[in-house]
């Protein structure tokens, strides 16, 4: 049991570290009251107050379930939190509630189609809540017998004696069950229930009537109530899959193993209309249950013509998750074309989608998000150094005063510091540039870039860069 606590607690221990390194790790909401109106500082997130109300407006629409087929944009410059809001959604909404996350690009990276792509993404953004009726027995252990073979090899066998209020019933035990008991640290005076179908074993807790063993039990153990009743009982369980789960399972190409690899390939047309045809079906039969969940696609300039189109005619489909865009772009060339739009994203596109602007920081902001930051990242910041780093923000990008952060701790660690000074923020200001110095030096340079290489191609590649 230690050991499978120690191990558990390691797991979680990983996972918090390697969420750590992301960029919007720190964000755990929306940071909403109850009347959606955004809190200064709430849930990692700062600021941005009419972008996160909108966002909660939306949030309260998907967790109703009824409205599917919306779509809206994210518009604003780069380092805005448009992304960051887009994950404090996801954290609000329910584990049931399926949210993917593709990048525009992502889609002509695949090896499938564009559009095959896009309804993957579609249809994983779409939740089938299934209810299950299973058998289960529930009851408090009264004793457990196991019997080993005289020679010390061959199968364990035993029995397992449990009771409710009205009944008391042996079951025979087989090797499985017995591992299983003994893994579970099952004992007398437990109360346990036992998946018929699976044979999986689940302890709710200690037995009322053994509370006064006060030697025997520590500080965290629960109590519980005998149960009352048949042993034996029928329970209803809902699992949620997403619909591209679903048509992967009955790929006869793919199976389901394909779904840990991820490698799925195309999915035949027919496979998805049969599914949706039983999923319809289930609908009306009261089985299951449709929850459109999110689907958001960051960067969506970079798509093409194509995938714009295909995303008209998707969102109008009954089956269809509420889209979120975002998009740092002006009025760009829409990909494909010669012609331009707002956000590089078509006209008729736009004008079904609504549009959450999101506008710069203040010094205010930026420096509450940095502080955030540094919590993150467990770095200690003194409040001089938070300041020059907020001025650096100010001046050149959020973006680089938060990469600032972890760069000025190393050097603070390499000298031994606690606590991250004034200086050790400079030391990595020299070192790192951020873009406006780094294009200010490339045009000064560049005479010198030119001749120090002395293919000219380079200069041709020299030079993109440094109009940017
Ligand atoms: N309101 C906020 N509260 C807390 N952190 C924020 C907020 N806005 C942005 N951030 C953080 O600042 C960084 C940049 O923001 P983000 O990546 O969301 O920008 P973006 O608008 O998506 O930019 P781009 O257009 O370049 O993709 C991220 O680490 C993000 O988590
Ligand atoms: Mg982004």
Known sequence: MFAETAAKAQEVRDVTRIERIGAH??????????????????QGMVGQAKARRAAGVM??????????????????????????????LAQSLGIDTPFTVISGSEVFSLEMSKTEALTQAFRKSIGVRIQEETEIIEGEVVEIQIDRPVSGAGNK??????????????????????????????????????????????KLGRSFTRARDYDATG???????????????????????????????????QGFLALFSGDTGEIKHEVREQINAKVAEWREEGKAQIIPGVLFIDEVHMLDIECFSYLNRALESDLAPILIM????????????????????????????????????????????????????????NPDALL???????????????????????VCQKRKGTEVTVNDVKRVYTLFLDEIRSSAYLKEYQNHFMFSESEPEVEKEAKPMDTT
């Not at 739009?341 to 004008?351: E, F, K, Q, T």
Request: proline content about 2%.
């Open 157 to 202: 066998v035993g029995k397992l004696t449990l009771k409710s209020t009205d009944m008391e019933t042996a079951y025979d035990l087989g090797q499985k069950m017995i591992e299983c008991l003994s893994r579970e640290k099952i004992q007398a005076g437990d109360i346990i229930t036992i998946d018929k179908a699976t044979g999986k074993i689940n």
């Open 25 to 42: 790790s720190h964000i755990r909401g929306l940071g909403l009251d109850d009347a959606i109106d955004p809190r200064a500082v709430s």
């Open 219 to 253: 500080a965290q153990t629960k109590f519980v109530q005998c149960p009352e009743g048949e042993l034996q009982k029928r329970k209803e369980v809902t699992h949620t899959v997403t619909l591209h789960e679903i048509d992967v399972m009955n790929s006869r190409s």
């Open 388 to 410: 020059v780093l907020t001025k650096i923000g100010v001046e050149t990008s959020l973006r680089y005063a938060i990469q600032l952060i972890t760069t000025a701790n190393l």
């Open 59 to 88: 949030l309260e629409m998907i967790k109703e379930g009824k409205i599917a087929g919306r779509a809206v944009l994210l518009a604003g410059q780069p380092g805005t939190g448009k992304t960051a809001i887009a994950m404090g």
């Open 326 to 381: 975002a998009s740092n772009r002006g009025v760009t060339k829409i990909r494909g074309t010669s012609h331009e739009s707002a956000h590089g994203v078509p006209m008729d596109l736009l004008d079904r989608s609504i549009i959450i602007s999101t506008t710069p920081y203040d010094e205010e902001d930026i420096k509450r998000i940095l502080k955030i930051r540094c919590e993150e990242e467990d770095v200690e910041m």
